[in-house]
């Protein structure tokens, strides 16, 4: 089934209170030139909600408690937030991270994870979603094509899925093949 625009290609979907927000960047044949935010109460029909939100291309979107969202944007290199209905948003300039994913920790603080900056690394920062400040908080074990996290918190640990180039991956240029999902289970410091 198609969904959104063409020429647009909407990026890591997120639900909140049964609605699916996701960011739409435009790829080499659009001539849209900023990213922009969709929704969908199903996930099949995709409406606008702000047509020129920022530039970029790759985005995670999380939740505040209070329901203020939070978006993360690759290549603009900005962290935004909006209070419903989600239309205005103030941005923070950040660090820039490939194939990123933003998540909210039950105490109130943020993780972005994903590829930090370096071809063939994988980190996770702890990043403030106010200023954009962030700091390291880990590299995991990576090498060449890497990132594209999935984070979530079970009983105390950070669950974190990713993709890398095996060790030892010789085939296919800078996307050295084969590659492997890996899991790390990583207990967080008070």
Not at 17 to 31: E, K, L, M, R
Not at 64 to 81: E, N
Not at 106 to 128: A, S, T
Request: glycine content about 14%.
């Amino acid at each position: 089934m198609k969904i959104g625009e063409p020429d647009i290609w909407i990026w890591s979907v997120t639900w909140h209170d049964g609605v699916a927000y996701g960011i739409g960047y435009p790829n080499q044949n659009s001539d849209l030139q900023k990213t922009r935010l969709y929704k969908s109460d199903d996930g099949r029909k995709w409406d606008v909600l702000v047509s020129e939100l920022h530039e970029g291309n790759e985005s995670s979107i999380a939740f505040k408690a209070d329901g203020t969202a939070l978006c993360y944007l690759r290549g603009g290199h900005v962290i935004g937030q909006s209070l419903p209905p989600y239309t205005n948003w103030k941005w923070a300039d950040t660090r820039d991270v490939g194939g990123p994913k933003l998540f909210g920790l039950p105490d109130g603080q943020y993780i972005l994870g994903g590829r930090g900056g370096q071809w063939g690394e994988m980190k996770l920062f702890e990043i403030d979603p106010d200023t954009g400040e962030s700091h390291e908080l880990i590299e995991l074990p990576a090498t060449f094509d890497s990132s594209y996290p999935g984070i979530v918190y079970h009983e105390g640990l950070l669950w974190v899925s990713y993709y890398t180039s095996s060790d030892g991956a010789t085939e296919g240029g800078r996307y050295r093949v084969p590659t492997e999902i890996r899991l790390a289970k990583i207990k967080l410091s008070e």
